[in-house]
């Protein structure tokens, strides 16, 4: 009897731990497979008029984000307030894949500030539109990978140019950021708990066209 009961409770531990080690923010299993438009789970932005060209798709035996873009930006964000603490998962994992770049797309300037595949970490602050903190991870068309340079469209955003051009399109890639130190390069402090995480594709300041992937998003201890 000690040994059925036992067992139970080593499961018990092991959620608690697993928990602990990584916090899922989307791996797209909840939303039926060839939905369309904004996931269950997440919102849509506020400006612009967004197509959201989504779908979740199957990818050898994996759900994923597919996303489209034609000569416009479409942004979902999910509220992950008090779901993440940095202290314990500072590692932000994430796969993509870029299927086509957006023709002269330049994180560094506001007439061509377009890329095929976005992620963003976010810390509102009131008033959100001016003093908010955001971070985008973004595969970019021609800035080179590794720079961190602000928005020049939105003086909220930093970006870091994870990926660039097209030595790795039509390819999956697996990412890895530990955001505490990224937020730490650029504020030169310690951030506080994020409150969203955003997706996004955006074509339209380069009137062209982008298309990528998205897989699992998660938080992960180092």
Same mark, same amino acid.
């Given at each position: 009897?000690? $040994? ?25 299993? @909840? ?83 377009? @890329? ?16 908010? $903190? ?36 039509? $390819? ?51």
């Amino acid at each position: 009897m000690t $040994r059925l009961l036992a067992l139970p409770a080593a499961l018990a531990l092991a959620a608690v731990a697993w928990a602990a080690d990584v916090v899922v923010v989307e791996d797209w299993t @909840q939303p039926k497979l060839g939905a369309r438009g904004i996931p269950a789970g997440w919102q849509g932005q506020s400006w612009g008029s967004p197509k959201y060209d989504l779908t979740v798709v199957d990818n050898a035996g994996h759900r994923v984000l597919h996303l489209r873009s034609e000569n416009e930006g479409s942004t979902i964000s999910r509220d992950i307030k008090g779901k993440v603490d940095l202290k314990q998962t500072p590692i932000l994992e994430w796969s993509w894949k870029a299927v086509v770049l957006p023709r002269g797309g330049d994180s560094r300037r506001k007439a061509t500030d377009d @890329q095929a595949a976005q992620i963003y970490v976010s810390w509102p602050r009131f008033p959100e539109s001016v003093r908010s $903190r955001i971070i985008g991870y973004v595969w970019d068309t021609t800035a080179p990978a590794g720079l961190v340079a602000p928005s020049e469209k939105t003086g909220t955003v930093t970006y870091i140019i994870v990926r660039s051009g097209t030595a790795d399109l039509g $390819r999956w890639v697996t990412e890895r950021r530990n955001v505490v130190e990224d937020f730490k390069k650029i504020y030169g402090e310690a951030p506080d708990h994020p409150g969203a995480v955003s997706i996004a594709i955006d074509s339209n300041d380069t009137n062209s066209l982008a298309e990528s992937f998205m897989g699992p998003i998660v938080f992960k201890r180092q």
